[in-house]
């Protein structure tokens, strides 16, 4: 995915659904912007159900430490062959705003 415009990364986290294994935010360079990774249920009650994907791990990084900027994003997604699934799919959430160092604060 393209970025036109950028900023600094202030939360990422990916969506995935059973058998999914994780799933990672490149920049254009190779660095790792986010890898989010899946929490499977463990029991029977409404938002713990064994075997579904239940929570995702979120990325929110220390203001300024992750930018992008006018680049183009690869998404590379995990879903394992051993678990049964009728198809992949996978989404990533990012949330970027303006860089702290481009951001003036008028005084009064």
């Known amino acids: 995915m393209a970025i036109p ?3 600094d990364v202030i939360y990422a986290v ?3 659904h059973t058998g999914g ?3 990672v935010l490149y920049g254009q360079d190779g660095r ?3 890898s989010s990774l899946p929490l499977y249920g463990q029991g029977s009650e409404p938002g ?3 075997g579904y994907i239940v929570g995702m791990s979120t ?3 220390e203001p300024g430490s992750v930018k992008i900027y006018n680049e183009t994003l690869k998404l590379q997604a995990k879903y394992s062959s051993e678990i049964r699934h009728t198809g992949v799919m996978n989404l990533f959430y990012l949330l970027i ?3 702290v160092h481009n951001v003036s604060v008028s005084s009064y």
Do not use: R
């Open 5 to 7: 415009q950028g900023g």
């Open 14 to 16: 990916a969506h995935q």
């Open 21 to 23: 294994l994780g799933s």
């Open 32 to 34: 790792e912007i986010c």
């Open 48 to 50: 713990n159900e064994t």
């Open 59 to 61: 990325c929110y990084p």
């Open 97 to 99: 705003a303006d860089s």
